[in-house]
């Protein structure tokens, strides 16, 4: 079993930037990948941000591409995604994902986090 806690979401105003951090625990031994995925009201969960095991593999939606970046650090065990340039469309609930497979994320044997809330208004 793996668990993960999110952290860091919040209201900010368009133009400005948070960091979320998610916490896993349990049986990923620093080989998962981790992703970020979000909804928003009335619309179905999307990816955001992938990343490999090691950090050599990345990817991003288009709409996040230049404003957000997925890292990771495997000795703390968890995985960050830094927002820039916040719009108003990114409001959403922001969920951490881990897989086994890259390529498996978001997918039947995916665990997931609780999600964080982002809010970006002014």
């Known amino acids: 079993q793996v668990q993960l806690v999110e952290s860091g979401g919040g209201l900010v105003q368009p133009g400005g930037s948070l960091r979320l951090s998610c916490a896993a625990s349990?049986?990923?031994?620093?080989?998962?990948?981790m992703g970020w995925f979000r909804q928003a009201p009335g619309k179905e969960r999307e990816v955001v941000a992938t990343?490999?095991?090691?950090?050599?593999?990345?990817r991003y939606a288009d709409s996040v591409k230049g404003r957000f970046s997925i890292s990771r650090d495997n000795g703390k065990n968890t995985v960050y995604l830094q927002m820039n340039s916040l719009k108003p469309e990114d409001t959403a609930v922001y969920y951490c994902?881990?897989?086994?497979?890259?390529?498996?994320?978001?997918?039947?044997?995916?665990?997931w986090g609780q999600g964080t809330q982002v809010t970006v208004s002014s």
């Open positions: 990343i490999n095991w090691n950090g050599g593999l990345t």
């Open positions: 994902a881990a897989d086994a497979t890259y390529y498996g994320l978001g997918k039947e044997h995916t665990y």
């Open positions: 349990g049986r990923t031994g620093g080989t998962y990948a």
